[in-house]
């Protein structure tokens, strides 16, 4: 939808004063710069009815799934917080991070479904939801990769359910270089955004676009990698077992 979008030749024509951008308020300056934007395709035909309906089932079931696999992450880490003591045992410290991430999570995912009401007609509000949404997705993969569960999972043998916390660690591990990608992602986003502004062509206007959407893509191919934790939560989840399939085989398409 949005690379369709995004070589489209019906384009809204930019606003006049786009030409003194240098000169605007923020709000006017980010005026000029959405055409480019997902935001802008979801207000084309259909999209954000349809958005708000697929939107509310994913976020529902996303919601759902986290609060599986975290609960079944923090059964594990307990048993293993409870064979050392002191603030400074890793599984103690991965328990905060993983109440950080969940609250993250919780904000995020009800937070994404506030852009349909709150679009770019009402762009004040759109613009705070969107921040608020970027911010806790942010948050949460930073504090979900960065929690020490290697070091965690390293306390004790290789014994039940000593062997099953080593599993989530090393898939883990494997999440960290995604981090660092979504990261460097949200410092890419402005820099094309500078350069969009600096060379106001269509090409570094396309540019921008599709940082922006990669941004966005990248979060829910983090959640997607989460799909092995998800069916290793779900053996222990007092969830009908159809539920389960369909619930993570959902995220995992996404």
Known sequence: MYLEYLWAADWPELPAHCEYRSTLAWLDLADCFH?????????????????????????????????????RLTSLLKLHAVKASGAEDPAQQCLKYLSVYSRLMDLAFPGVLLLVPFNLERPVMHYG????????MVGGVVAYATMPLAAAAGLSDQEEPTKEL???AKRHQSLKWKAGVIIALHFVLPATAAVHHFAWLDATGRLFGLCEVSAILSYQIFLATFVADDFAASKFAPMPSPTRKVAASLIAGL
């Open 166 to 168: 080593h599993d989530w």
């Open 129 to 136: 939801c969107t921040l608020l949404v970027v911010s806790a």
């Open 35 to 71: 055409r480019y934007t997902f935001s802008h395709a979801m207000l084309r035909g259909q999209n954000l009815t349809i958005f708000a309906f697929v939107g509310a089932l994913v976020a529902a079931c996303l919601t759902m799934v986290e609060h599986q696999r975290v609960r």
